[in-house]
């Protein structure tokens, strides 16, 4: 896919430069919020079923075609819920009442589209005291049983009051 998108940009270099920055290529940083310009790149060049047909390139596309603009739509969404997870947690609300860690650790994998390092995921979230263990476990898996945790919607309710205070007159 990448080789087929370079080639279509090597003739204009602002297209190159645009790959370049959307896939993280040629020394720059992967961002995972730039899912929809990745589309649209992906888009322009022929390289989505939906557009083979449009601009007619008759190239195979990624995946199966998409009715109208809603592969745009899923893009803008995905995009959307990365940049919304770095300061909600709105992945609880994608999860069931209750969940094991691994569960949650691949939930925001899925969500920001990169692995996560298993220790540092669990000390961000012990750091920011999110969840709390619900004192049953799941035998669902093989080996030991995994402890199942909630959310504690109180700690969202206590940062939204400390940031929403009313101005006091002192006179």
Known sequence: MIAALNLWAASDPGRVQRVSHAFGLDGQAWNEDLVLSRYELLYEAGLVGEASDKIGTGRAGAGR??????????????????????????????????????????????????????SNFR?????????????????????????LFRYRPAVLEARALA??????SRG
Not at 68 to 94: C, N, S
Not at 163 to 168: A, D, E, F, K, S
Request: no cysteine; charged share 30%.
């Open 65 to 118: 075609a998409m009715q109208g603009d809603h592969r745009r739509i899923l893009a803008t969404g995905i995009a959307r819920l990365r940049a919304k997870i770095k300061y909600r947690p709105v992945a609880f609300e994608l999860m069931p009442e209750s969940f094991t860690f691994l569960q949650l650790q691949r939930l925001v994998e899925a969500l920001i589209g990169l692995r996560l390092h298993k």
């Open 163 to 168: 940031g929403t205070r009313l101005p006091v």
């Open 123 to 147: 000390r961000q979230i012990d750091q920011q005291d999110l969840i709390e263990e619900t004192g049953e476990t799941t035998a669902e898996s093989r080996g030991r049983p995994a402890m």
